[in-house]
């Protein structure tokens, strides 16, 4: 099976992160998702495995402003910094 690596990623380390969750492709597809989001914001400065806190906590922010101009659903939103945390 063919993995789609999400951008900013090597294949080793999205395998060390979806390790085990074969059986959840709807859980990986939304990781994917999640970190292809994540990976293009603020064209493309921050990356996963480098953010700080201040990072995070400006990318929840970005997140909130998303729902609030309406681009985002709150259940997206609320999933979206759950698979990030």
Known sequence: M???VPDGLTLQQWEAMIEGL???PTTV???RKV???LHK???GQHLIQNMSREDAAAYFSFLDERE???????NTVH???ATLR
């Open 22 to 24: 074969d059986s959840h």
């Open 2 to 4: 063919k993995k789609k």
């Open 41 to 43: 914001w603020e064209n």
């Open 68 to 74: 609030q101009s309406g681009d985002l659903s709150p």
């Open 35 to 37: 970190l292809n989001l």
């Open 29 to 31: 597809n939304d990781y």
């Open 79 to 81: 999933r979206y910094k």
